[in-house]
């Protein structure tokens, strides 16, 4: 398949099977993941695989909404960065993520981002915090994401890159759709 068919085919995935993701495919994912792109290639971050069924249960809490498929996730990857080493981490986390969810989908394998940066937990204190304190990362560590993964349960339908969405590009200049 092209890039651009695995990108027509790429979808949140929020239901999954019981059936494990294999370790060859975590592995493809975390690869994809590292091999990304960086500023100044200074890579400020770092990869917690989750699998513990009773973690993932308490990191379905980290959210007020949004992270409930992690109950049923056969994995989760959580993507932190050290902040210090440069102030476009959350840049670096964001391609580590996409490359990484772009994968899983190219592997068959459901994924579905979860907002970590900026979000509350069900009990009211930070994403950040919550996972902070369950898996154990420093306060210079700062979270990006989580991306859940699990064997489809059923796939959302592939996308067309409507009229709307092609009315986003601008030749030359910025040209203003509305109304004068
Ligand atoms: C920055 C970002 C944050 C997101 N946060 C969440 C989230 O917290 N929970 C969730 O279920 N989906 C989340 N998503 C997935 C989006 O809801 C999804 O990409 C969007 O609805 C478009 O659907 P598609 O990915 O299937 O094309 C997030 C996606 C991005 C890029």
Not at 69 to 95: G, Q, R, Y
Not at 141 to 157: H, Q, T
Request: proline fraction near 3%; include cysteine.
């Amino acid at each position: 398949m092209d890039l651009l068919e695995i990108m027509r085919q790429r979808r949140s995935v929020r239901s999954y099977t019981s059936e494990d993701v294999s370790e060859e495919n975590i592995r493809k994912i975390l690869e994809a993941g590292l091999l990304s792109a960086s500023g100044r290639a200074i890579r400020p971050w770092e990869l917690i695989v989750v699998k513990e069924r009773a973690v993932l249960q308490k990191m379905a809490e980290s959210r007020d909404h949004g992270a409930k498929m992690l109950e049923d996730a056969n994995a989760a990857i959580v993507v932190i960065a050290d902040e210090t080493k440069t102030d476009v981490w959350p840049e670096d986390c964001s391609i580590v993520m996409s490359n990484m969810h772009l994968m899983a989908s190219c592997l068959g394998v459901g994924s579905c981002w979860i907002q970590g940066r900026l979000r509350t937990s069900a009990g009211g204190e930070s994403t950040e915090g919550y996972l902070r304190e369950l898996l154990g990362f420093p306060e210079y560590y700062r979270l990006e994401a989580v991306l859940s993964l699990g064997m489809p349960e059923s796939v959302p339908e592939m996308r067309e890159v409507t009229d709307e969405l092609w009315g986003k590009v601008h030749l030359e200049v910025y040209e203003s759709k509305r109304e004068k």
